[in-house]
Structures are given as structure tokens and as C-alpha cells.
């Protein structure tokens, strides 16, 4: 949390809402000073000096490249790159958070393409048990490209809500041609056990 001057100490920023003692038992100080250990840790095994100060962040960003800065008649100039490196470009990251961090990052790209398949399917088709079709027609159907419903296939699939056959035999949905008709087989009970959707009425908005 950015307070006072570039020389202000960093700390973080907390919700207004209670803390939830489930998720981190421990409290917000133990919490936070855990996190500063870690993050410490990370950056020294990288090589870099641990910020204690938003002056020290921001020479941290822009030795990333996670910002720019310009110096111009009207004073200094900040500015972000339109692509982010990713954490693990620039910081050794453990295992778990390795794979924690790509499952985000995979379900910030595959969420939309799934809801709006399963919008088509359960709206559109009125959830039908079997579906014989290829890519391109459900990429018709849905407005997408067929890399966008091949990869929202590949989510319900790797989640257990869907199954793909070609012919009798089982398919892999990542070699799934956009011509090549395939049968899709949803398991409607699964998915309405493990996801959760919501729908705002267009008035109540």
C-alpha cells in the first residue's frame, strides 16, 4: 500500500471484511511476515536487493520491465509494457506455486471459452447427453474460433465433464481437427456437482 512519499515504508493491504482465521489461522502480522520471508528469500536467491521501501519497488519494477520511466519537460513519465513477464521469468519459483500460478493463468484463459460453450449446450441444445459434431460448427454456434472451443473442450475434459469419442474409441481432444466430426459425451451430473454459475437478469444489473 502506496502511502506518504517514495521513501514510505511498503506494507500490505488488507480488505476492510474480518480475516478469515480458515484460511490463514496464523493472523494477519504472522501472515504478512511469512509472506516477507518468502518473497525475501525469492528475490536474494535471484540476486535481487528485498524492497523496503515504494523507491526501492519501483527500481525492482523497472529492472523486471515491469515498468518504464521518462523523464520529459512536464515532469517524470511512468508506463507498463502491454506484455508482463511472467514470475517465473524472473523469480525461482517452487513447484507448487510453479503449478499453482499455471492453473490461474489456464483458468483466466479457458473460463469464458467454457461458459460460453456450456451456455450452447445447456441453453442453446437443452443439455443434450451426445453431441456429433466437429470444431467448427460448435465455433459457429458460439462465435469462437475452433482453438477456442478445442481448448474449452480440453477443460472439460480434464475436469471430467466431458468425454470425446471418434468412432467407438476415445479421442484426444488437443488433436481434434477443425473438420473432423467427434462425438461429445457430457457427464451433466458432474458438472452441475462441481461448478457453480451465475446469471445477473439483464433488469437487475
Same mark, same amino acid.
Given at each position: +500500500?502506496i ?10 493491504? $488488507?480488505?476492510?471484511e474480518?480475516w478469515?482465521?480458515q ?8 501472515w &504478512? ?5 518468502t518473497?525475501?528469500?525469492q528475490?536474494t536467491?535471484?540476486?535481487?536487493? =528485498?524492497?523496503?521501501? =515504494?523507491?526501492d519497488l519501483?527500481?525492482l519494477?523497472?529492472?523486471w520491465?515491469l515498468?518504464g520511466?521518462?523523464?520529459?519537460? &512536464?515532469?517524470?513519465l $511512468?508506463? +507498463?509494457p502491454? =506484455?508482463?513477464?511472467l514470475?517465473g521469468?524472473?523469480?525461482? /519459483?517452487?513447484t ?5 500460478l499455471d492453473?490461474?493463468r $489456464?483458468t483466466?484463459?479457458t ?6 460453450l ?5 441453453d442453446? /441444445?437443452?443439455?443434450?447427453q ?5 470444431l467448427?460448427?460448435l465455433a459457429? %454456434?458460439?462465435g469462437?474460433?475452433?482453438d477456442?472451443?478445442?481448448? %474449452?473442450?480440453?477443460?472439460l475434459a ?8 471418434c468412432?467407438? @474409441?476415445p ?5 481434434l @481437427?477443425?473438420h473432423?466430426r467427434?462425438? /461429445?459425451?457430457?457427464d $451433466? ?7 457453480m454459475?451465475l ?5 437487475d =444489473?
Amino acid at each position: +500500500m502506496i502511502g506518504g512519499d517514495l521513501d514510505g515504508a511498503l506494507t500490505f493491504s $488488507w480488505p476492510d471484511e474480518e480475516w478469515d482465521y480458515q484460511e490463514a489461522p496464523q493472523g494477519r502480522e504472522a501472515w &504478512e511476515t511469512s509472506r516477507w520471508e518468502t518473497f525475501g528469500a525469492q528475490l536474494t536467491a535471484a540476486g535481487f536487493p =528485498v524492497p523496503r521501501t =515504494v523507491r526501492d519497488l519501483s527500481e525492482l519494477y523497472l529492472t523486471w520491465g515491469l515498468a518504464g520511466r521518462e523523464e520529459t519537460p &512536464e515532469g517524470t513519465l $511512468w508506463s +507498463m509494457p502491454a =506484455v508482463l513477464p511472467l514470475p517465473g521469468g524472473l523469480l525461482p /519459483l517452487d513447484t507448487d506455486l510453479t503449478e499453482r500460478l499455471d492453473r490461474i493463468r $489456464w483458468t483466466m484463459r479457458t473460463g469464458p471459452l467454457v461458459d460460453t460453450l456450456i451456455d450452447h449446450l445447456a441453453d442453446g /441444445l437443452g443439455e443434450p447427453q451426445e453431441v456429433l459434431t466437429p470444431l467448427d460448427r460448435l465455433a459457429a %454456434a458460439t462465435g469462437q474460433d475452433a482453438d477456442d472451443v478445442r481448448l %474449452a473442450l480440453a477443460e472439460l475434459a480434464h475436469s471430467g465433464d466431458l468425454r470425446v469419442y471418434c468412432g467407438q @474409441e476415445p479421442a484426444v481432444v488437443e488433436r481434434l @481437427e477443425a473438420h473432423q466430426r467427434f462425438r /461429445l459425451v457430457m457427464d $451433466w451430473e458432474h458438472f452441475h456437482e462441481t461448478r457453480m454459475q451465475l446469471s445477473i437478469p439483464g433488469d437487475d =444489473v
